[in-house]
Antibody
Framework: EVQLLESGGGLVQPGGSLRLSCAAS????????MTWVRQAPGKGLEWVSS????????YYTDSVKGRFTISRDNSKNTLYLQMNSLRGEDTAVYSC??????????????WGQGTLVTVSS | EIVMTQSPVTLSVSPGERATLSCRAS??????LGWYQQKPGQAPRLLIY???TRATGIPPRFSGSGSGTEFTLTISSLQSEDFAVYYC??????????FGQGTKVEIK
């Protein structure tokens, strides 16, 4: 059974940093791309960042480019999102999702429940 | 950057009726289009990928069609558990995961 469990969310002041983690199990982690998607309170889904299965290719939405870094440790079956210079508009539930292929250009077939990030003073 | 536009924003449907949801891409995404269902407090669930292929375990009342820039999700006979928000997502062009803004299917 595929399981994705996010952690690391919380309350942080504007300009602060957080690192989110997503522990994966139930599939060959290094064979599949992984993605972070966020959802602000009462809003729709927003794609944030993706990484290919081997980790060589990374992609970011423009609003987080230069502030967020996606990475993965295939030996630990874990996906990360390092978030720096956080802003109020980054407040959202952040979910990790598994791609159906090694390429980031693939649909997301399993999702975690998400971790809440609140940016506020 | 590709923009995905869904319509309508809200769709009011009676149980047992057909629901038709639309998704338009600002440029061609070929057939690289997925549909997701999200219920309150739950993670999204993949319904359709490749514009028309049902994901594992998805009942046949859900069907997808279209290619290029125009796509449709049809729910042939709405069940109580189908009232939810539906999102389309393209994964053909950069950036690799643009979502539409969602269509809420509510009980009429």
């Amino acid at each position: 059974e595929v399981q994705l469990l996010e952690s690391g969310g919380g309350l942080v002041q504007p300009g602060g940093s957080l690192r989110l983690s997503c522990a994966a199990s139930g599939f060959n982690f290094n064979d599949y791309a992984m993605t972070w998607v966020r959802q602000a309170p009462g809003k729709g889904l927003e794609w944030v960042s993706s990484i290919s299965g081997g980790g060589a290719s990374t992609y970011y939405t423009d609003s987080v480019k230069g502030r967020f870094t996606i990475s993965r440790d295939n030996s630990k079956n874990t996906l990360y999102l390092q978030m720096n210079s956080l802003r109020g508009e980054d407040t959202a539930v952040y979910s990790c999702a598994k791609g159906s292929e090694g390429s980031a250009y693939s649909p997301l077939d399993y999702w975690g429940q998400g971790t809440l990030v609140t940016v506020s003073s | 950057e590709i923009v995905m536009t869904q319509s309508p924003v809200t769709l009011s449907v009676s149980p047992g009726e057909r629901a038709t949801l639309s998704c338009r891409a600002s440029q061609s995404v070929s057939s690289s289009l997925g549909w997701y269902q999200q219920k309150p407090g739950q993670a999204p669930r993949l319904l359709i990928y490749g514009a028309s292929t049902r994901a594992t375990g998805i009942p046949p009342r859900f069907s997808g069609s279209g290619s290029g820039t125009e796509f449709t999700l049809t729910i042939s006979s709405l069940q109580s558990e189908d009232f939810a928000v539906y999102y389309c997502q393209q994964y053909n062009n950069w950036p690799p995961g643009t979502f539409g803004q969602g269509t809420k299917v509510e009980i009429k």
